[in-house]
Structures are given as C-alpha cells and as structure tokens.
C-alpha cells in the first residue's frame, strides 16, 4: 500500500526558533498533499493544501507566513513553523494524494509532535 | 461546503460486544466518505471508504460502514469490538473536485472494557 513517512516524529524548540516538518510519500508520486493541526482531544483541521510546483492554498485564518509549505517535487513536502510559539505547540499531520487517483483518498503521515518552549 | 458531524464524543462497550458508531455529514451532492481509525501519538490508518456503489462497503479489522443518503448518514460498525478496537475513529467528507481535500469529524473515542 501506499506510504507517507513525515519527519521528525517529534521536536521540541525553543520559543522563536524554526522548525521544519517533512512529509514524503515513499512508493508513489503525491501531486497534491495536506498539511492537518490536531489539538489535543480535538479533530483534525486542515491548515492547507499543497500541489507540487505551485503555491499552496491555505485555509481562512492559517497564517501563510507563520506556516511556511512548500512542494518542490512529487514526492516532497514541507512544512515550515516559522518563529515559534508555545501556542503553536500541536500535532501535525501530513496526508498525499496520489497522482493516478481519479478519486480522493489522501495517505497520512504518522505526524509530528511539536512542542514549543 | 462539507461538514461532519459524530454526535458522540467518546463511548464505551464490553469487548465482544457489538459497536455502532454515527457520522453525519453535510454535502450538496454525493460525497467521498471515509473513516478512520487513530491510536494515541499515531497518525491515522483508513478503515474503509465509500466512492460508490454498494451503499455497505467492507473495511480492515472487520469494520463495515454503510452509507444512507436519505438520512446523510455513513455510520461505522463492528459486530464484535476487540480490546485492540480501543481508539480515536475520524469519520471524514471528501468533496468530488480538483482539491479533493477531507474534512474531518471531531472524532469518537471508544473505550473497550473487559
């Protein structure tokens, strides 16, 4: 089946800092991937939507500079928390949607811990 | 716009026990609907989903969903629940379009005693 392998499982940073979050898909091209924020106890919300080789397209009140995505190849995404905070402290989670899919069913990632200091 | 919905927060069965758990959603034509299941720390495995088709649809684990267009219901059940069912389960609403992009119930979290 297919595979999304997101990196690091877990980070802890400083308040202020960056941290970056890698989300690939390992046996398949993904031309559209998701970027997701759970809290804890709480669902998943779509933060954005990536397609590869253009800008991606983020959701009413997500910060597109605070959460930096990008998608240079077809098998990469990105995802930048810019500057820090301890309220950006979440789980993160990736999902891809395969090229040759006529129909939506998007991989996920095992997500990211991010915990802020 | 789509919307889910699962009226339960959390719920608890015996193990062997059967399980029924609810998903409604809102979506002006027929939807992509998915469920998924999420064990603490992880992120989430796909149980099954529904295109089209078959309205009950088969999933991993010995889940099966069926899909109610009159009642815009997609509910997930088990006829008999393992103590390893014990987890987070995502029902999600995928729009037919060029974003194709899933939206997520605020989850059930079930409880298996013994």
């Known amino acids: 089946g297919a595979v999304v392998s997101q990196h690091p499982s877990r980070v802890i940073c400083k308040s202020g800092t960056s941290v970056k979050i890698e989300c690939r898909s390992l046996?398949?091209?993904?031309?559209?991937m998701f970027w997701y924020r759970q809290f804890p106890k709480k669902s998943l919300m779509l933060m954005a939507t990536?397609?590869?080789?253009?800008?991606?397209?983020?959701e009413q009140g997500v910060e597109k500079d605070k959460f930096l995505i990008n998608h240079a190849s077809l098998t990469l995404s990105t995802l930048t928390v810019t500057s820090a905070h301890p309220e950006d402290s979440s789980f993160y989670i990736c999902?891809?949607?395969?090229?040759?899919?006529?129909?939506?069913?998007?991989?996920f990632g095992q997500g990211t811990r991010l915990t802020v200091v | 716009a789509q919307s889910v919905t699962q009226p339960d927060i959390h719920i608890t069965v015996s193990e062997g026990a059967s399980l029924e758990l609810r998903c409604n959603y809102s979506y002006g034509a027929t939807p992509y609907l998915f469920w998924y299941v999420q064990s603490p720390g992880q992120g989430l495995q796909l149980l099954l989903k529904y295109f089209s088709g078959d309205t009950l649809v088969q999933g991993i684990k010995g889940f099966e969903a069926e899909f109610k267009r009159s009642q815009s219901s997609f509910n997930l059940r088990k006829p008999s629940v393992h103590w390893s069912d014990a987890a987070e389960y995502f029902c999600a609403v995928g729009a037919r379009g060029a974003t194709n992009k899933l939206i997520f119930g605020t989850g059930t979290l079930l409880a298996v005693q013994p």
């Open positions: 046996d398949f091209q993904a031309t559209t």
């Open positions: 999902s891809a949607r395969e090229r040759a899919s006529r129909v939506t069913e998007a991989f």
């Open positions: 990536s397609n590869e080789g253009s800008k991606a397209t983020y």
